[in-house]
């Protein structure tokens, strides 16, 4: 099956600065890539997505690319704000078996230092 | 104002009892997903459904048990037959197309005593 793998697990970074958080996926059949912040005692919450026939996507501060080659998607952050700091998972998702079936990452602790 | 709702956002369980968890959504969704969340853990399916009466076994589907009589809900049962019950429940749906986003309720966080 598909398996997700994030990095890193904690990243600290001074307000302002950007912020890089890395996936690697298994499964080439995988076309679709959600990102979700999750605040404490929160559910996740999608900031930004990418299709596997599209290779970079912005959106404000926040971006997104996907290398398809590699197996590899990012999620870039610029300008952080001390409202950025959460919780970042990423996703990979294909259909399989007559459902969605999406794998999540691990997850991401975002602390943007004022 | 449309949206998944969960309930109750806490809840505590004696062991050997059984509980169930609420899920309502009025986005016209058709599917519908039961995730459980653990500390330093990604998400993990435990039961979805495509369509009303119907729900297939995700990936830790032991323990536990669901219901779709109704578009709307999607109950999540925890029995006593699950071990390590404590965790937090997220209840997310979509459309339910190839690629399409699911979209999380605000969890409800259940605890063994």
């Known amino acids: 099956g598909e398996n997700v793998e994030q990095h890193p697990s904690t990243l600290s970074v001074q307000e302002g600065d950007s912020a890089v958080i890395k996936c690697t996926y298994s499964d080439s059949a995988s076309n679709y890539f959600p990102w979700y912040k999750q605040e404490l005692g929160k559910g996740p919450q999608l900031i930004i997505d990418?299709?596997?026939?599209?290779g970079e996507k912005k959106d404000q501060r926040i971006a997104v690319t996907l290398n398809k080659t590699a197996k590899h998607f990012s999620l870039h952050i610029t300008e952080t704000q001390p409202e950025d700091s959460a919780v970042y998972f990423c996703?990979?998702?294909?259909?399989?078996?007559?459902?969605?079936?999406?794998?999540f990452g691990t997850g991401t602790k975002l602390q943007v230092i004022p | 104002d449309g949206g998944i709702t969960q309930s109750p956002k806490y809840l505590f369980r004696k062991e050997g009892q059984n509980v169930t968890l609420s899920c309502e959504q009025n986005?016209?969704?058709?599917?519908m997903y039961w995730y459980r969340q653990d500390p330093g853990q990604g998400l993990r399916l435990i039961y979805y459904s495509q369509i009303v009466n119907d729900f297939q076994k995700g990936d830790i589907a032991e323990g536990y048990s669901v219901s779709r009589e109704k578009k709307e809900s999607f109950p999540l049962t925890v029995t006593s037959a699950q071990k390590n019950p404590t965790a937090f429940y997220l209840c997310a749906s979509n459309v339910g197309t190839v690629t399409d986003t699911q979209y999380f309720g605000p969890g409800t966080r259940l605890t063994v005593l």
């Open positions: 986005l016209n969704h058709d599917a």
């Open positions: 990418i299709r596997s026939n599209v």
């Open positions: 996703a990979a998702s294909m259909y399989s078996g007559g459902y969605q079936k999406v794998t």
